[in-house]
Each structure stands twice: as C-alpha cells, then as structure tokens.
C-alpha cells in the first residue's frame, strides 16, 4: 500500500451474524453464514490501517451496544493507532420490525451514539438518508424525527445523553 494513501476497512460485529459470543470456528448448520473480519486483530496488525469502520444495527435479540461490541473482542482493539467510526447504524422498521415506530428509532438511535462514546468511537454515519431501495430501513426522508434527534442544532454534544426537543 502506497504510504500516501488512506486505508479504512469495514466489518460488522459476531453478534450481527448470530454469533454473540464471538468467533468460534466457521459458521455451523442454518443460519447467517457471513464471517465478520476480527477488528482486534486488524488494529494491532495491520500498519497500514488508518480508519475502523464498524457498523452496528439493532436486531432482533440484540441487548445492548456493550454486548453487541464484545462480540467482536472490543476491549482488545489497539485504540492508539486509528480511529473508529460508527461507519454505518441505522433502525430497521420492518423484516425484522425492530422499530416499527419513527420516533422510538429516533430515540433509540440517539441514545446508541451517545452510549458508543464510552467505547471509544470517534465518528458516526447514519444509514441513510434517503434509500429507497432498503424500504426496510427508517430514512431522514420517511422519518424526519430521525434527522432531528440526530442533528447537531438538537444535540450538539453527541456524548451527553439526548434530550427529547421542545
């Protein structure tokens, strides 16, 4: 890799694949049969990673953002040599039906920023703005709630709790 170039690599977490106790082998039987590249193992081997790109959705059975993490052997990422991005969150609103509801993906979703603060994220982006090819998933344009709980103008301290606006 050319050492003028950035490099940043996304992965999803063990828990996203059914798998919330971590890596175990190559998938078994029925079931998500993705592997997850190890984010540990990258941020303490590769020297030519700049940027962890991460991506955590709220599925079904998923409890909190701290479980969802260790999946994923979160306490043993090198966080010193790159930063971490939330490089993709968002709230299903049907198949699974997660959040059926606009405004409680909004809450929800604001509360998952300011919780992944505690685990050392440095950067969010949320999916997305306006796919109409993921109908699945709550958008700013079908829930406006979204990109008001999510706008720094309503919460500019992304580390604090959300406050509901007035």
Not at 36 to 58: G, K
Not at 137 to 163: G, K, N
Request: one cysteine or more.
């Amino acid at each position: 890799v050319a050492s003028q170039m950035l490099v940043g690599v996304g992965v999803f977490t063990f828990a996203a694949v059914g798998r919330p106790n971590g890596p175990d082998g190559l998938p078994r039987g029925a079931g998500d049969p993705r592997v997850p590249l190890r984010p540990a193992q990258l941020s303490r081997s590769s020297q030519a990673l700049d940027l962890l790109d991460v991506h955590v959705y709220q599925t079904p059975g998923w409890t909190t953002l701290e479980a969802d993490l260790q999946s994923s052997e979160w306490s043993s990422i090198d966080f010193t040599r790159m930063p971490v991005i939330m490089g993709e969150f968002g709230a299903f609103r049907e198949d699974p039906a997660v959040f059926p509801v606009a405004d409680k993906a909004a809450t929800a979703m604001a509360a998952q920023v300011s919780a992944s603060c505690s685990f050392n994220f440095s950067g969010w982006m949320f999916w997305t703005y306006d796919t109409v090819e993921q109908p699945r998933l709550w958008d700013f344009v079908t829930a406006p709630e979204l990109l008001q709980a999510l706008s720094p103008r309503t919460h500019p301290d992304f580390c604090a709790p959300p406050t509901r606006p007035t």
